[in-house]
């Protein structure tokens, strides 16, 4: 039962524009409960990381894939652009939700996402046997 009570919970909307993510464990200094960046992603070049503006930025792998995503990737030349309905199956859909994970605080969540709703649907069996 203790166990139950430790488990938090994360709102995760990987959206057109933006990927949102809404929880009372977000790494931040507690302002608030939500945290976004940009739905931008392209390949990275190595499995290296580089400090464009004199900052880290982060790498995500899906599948030995690695990518810069959100504001790490605004400088990239070769931007990727995945607007369609069934997005959520390719690898740049799960660096997005890797990337929003990494604005929770460690622990064990219940994840609430969704898809648009023209989508939802036909469509959300699919999403959770991807995410899972």
Same mark, same amino acid.
């Given at each position: 039962? #203790? ?5 938090? !919970? ?6 057109? @524009?933006?990927?949102?993510?809404? &929880? #009372?464990? !977000?790494?931040?200094? =507690?302002? #608030?409960?939500? &945290?976004?960046? *940009? ?7 190595? &499995?290296?990381? $580089?400090? *464009?503006? /004199? ?14 995503? /959100? ?8 931007? +990727?652009? %995945? ?12 660096? $997005?939700?890797?990337?929003? +994970? +990494?604005?929770?605080?460690? =622990? ?6 969704? %898809?648009?709703?023209?989508?939802? @649907? ?11």
């Amino acid at each position: 039962m #203790n166990q139950k009570r430790n488990i938090k !919970i994360a709102g995760i909307d990987v959206g057109f @524009g933006d990927v949102k993510i809404v &929880s #009372n464990s !977000i790494k931040n200094d =507690g302002k #608030n409960n939500m &945290s976004k960046f *940009p739905t931008i992603i392209a390949p990275a070049k190595d &499995s290296f990381g $580089f400090k *464009p503006d /004199g900052k880290d930025v982060v790498q995500i792998n899906v599948d030995n894939n690695y990518y810069h995503v /959100g504001d790490d990737a605004r400088k990239a030349t070769d931007l +990727l652009e %995945l607007r369609y309905a069934t997005w959520y199956e390719e690898d740049e859909y799960l660096a $997005f939700y890797q990337k929003a +994970l +990494l604005a929770l605080q460690p =622990g064990a969540y219940i994840i609430v996402t969704g %898809l648009p709703v023209a989508e939802y @649907g036909s469509h959300k069996k699919d999403l959770q046997k991807r995410l899972c």
